[in-house]
């Protein structure tokens, strides 16, 4: 977990928290973007997703929640095509130092669309 080749992190439909437990989160201090599902039941939305976002050190950290996607969200066009978006944005934005790539994984960004939730989602699924 100290591998400094590593610079940036995004874990997607992420689970851990046994593994890890809070004191092993805390110590993450990569940037980190977090992308999951509301009705994910493969990864437990809150109890792993939201979990591990609380609970992870570093203070570089986003949750991006797709509202009402289950796991195999993969297997559908639209959430594929923004997954590759974030990816794209965030990756760009850490390794390539893109610094306008920030603006396409912000808050800003996220709030503009209704199927997409900044942060834990308090909503249903």
């Known amino acids: ?24 989160l805390s110590t993450v201090d990569r940037p980190t973007l977090i992308l999951v599902g509301t009705a994910d039941t493969g990864c437990d939305y809150k109890r792993e997703a939201t979990y591990i976002f609380e609970h992870i050190g570093t203070p570089d950290k986003i949750l991006i929640s797709f509202i009402g996607e289950e796991h195999f969200m993969v297997e559908s066009d639209e959430p594929v095509l923004r997954m590759k978006h974030f990816a794209t944005a965030f990756f760009g934005y850490y390794l390539q130092g893109k610094a306008d790539y920030a603006e396409y994984f912000s808050e800003d960004f996220v709030s503009r669309h209704a199927e997409l939730a900044w942060g834990v989602y308090g909503g249903g699924q």
Do not use: C, K, N, S
Request: a negative charge; zero cysteines; hydrophobic letters at 40%.
């Open 1 to 24: 977990m100290t591998d400094e080749r590593i610079r940036a992190v995004l874990p997607m439909a992420p689970e851990g928290t046994m593994l890890f437990g809070e004191r092993g």
